[in-house]
T-cell receptor, first 117, second 108 residues
Framework: GAVVSQHPSRVICKSGTSVKIECRSL??????MFWYRQFPKQSLMLMATSNEGSKATYEQGVEKDKFLINHASLTLSTLTVTSAHPEDSSFYIC?????????????FGPGTRLTVL | TQLLEQSPQFLSIQEGENLTVYCNSSSVFSSLQWYRQEPGEGPVLLVT?????EVKKLKRLTFQFGDARKDSSLHITAAQPGDTGLYLCAGPRNQFYFGTGTSLTVIP
């Protein structure tokens, strides 16, 4: 299967600081990547769709100025949580879309655990 | 509103029992994927179903896509503790949406 990496795997930061999370597709090119947020024992909630070379598409209720997304290349998307606060603490997961056999498949990164003190 | 509803939400069974997880939607999907996720890790793709009525088997796991491509099921035979995890169905529309999830615990 395809491999997607995320960095860092976990980060602890002080309230008010900004945190950048990287998502890379290691063995395929991804014109589209997705960012999700997940709370314990719950499903993944889509935050935004990251498109290479264009602006991200945010889901309703997600602040685009709070969660900055950049998709600079076909293998890299970044999510920056700006001026983080304790309520931003969560598990953030990215995925990269690959077209295979005429249909789309999603491959997920291992996630980033963000803790804001 | 959740596009994909899963049931049950939580399931705790004894080792050796069989179980079925359902994924339902009012919308038609071109394909559906099933994932398994362990705590602190990203979801891992188990299978993709594409054709209405399709059945795919992965060892003790059997996946079925509904004839109308609006629903899918996952059946596990003789569950083992290693099957414990969060099972998620997901499907592409303009974006890629996940089901509500089923948290499975298999007790030794």
């Amino acid at each position: 299967g395809a491999v997607v990496s995320q960095h860092p795997s976990r980060v602890i930061c002080k309230s008010g600081t900004s945190v950048k999370i990287e998502c890379r597709s290691l063995d395929f090119q991804a014109t589209t990547m997705f960012w999700y947020r997940q709370f314990p024992k719950q499903s993944l909630m889509l935050m935004a769709t990251s498109n290479e070379g264009s602006k991200a598409t945010y889901e309703q209720g997600v602040e685009k100025d709070k969660f900055l997304i950049n998709h600079a290349s076909l293998t890299l998307s970044t999510l920056t949580v700006t001026s983080a606060h304790p309520e931003d603490s969560s598990f953030y997961i990215c995925s990269a879309r690959r077209l295979a056999g005429g249909y789309n498949e999603q491959f997920f990164g291992p996630g980033t655990r963000l803790t804001v003190l | 509103t959740q596009l994909l509803e899963q049931s049950p939400q939580f399931l705790s069974i004894q080792e050796g029992e069989n179980l079925t997880v359902y994924c339902n939607s009012s919308s038609v999907f071109s394909s559906l994927q099933w994932y398994r996720q362990e705590p602190g890790e990203g979801p891992v793709l188990l299978v993709t179903v594409v054709t209405g009525g399709e059945v795919k088997k992965l060892k003790r796991l059997t996946f079925q896509f509904g004839d109308a491509r609006k629903d899918s099921s996952l059946h596990i035979t003789a569950a083992q503790p290693g099957d414990t995890g969060l099972y998620l169905c997901a499907g592409p529309r303009n974006q890629f949406y996940f089901g509500t999830g089923t948290s499975l615990t298999v007790i030794p």
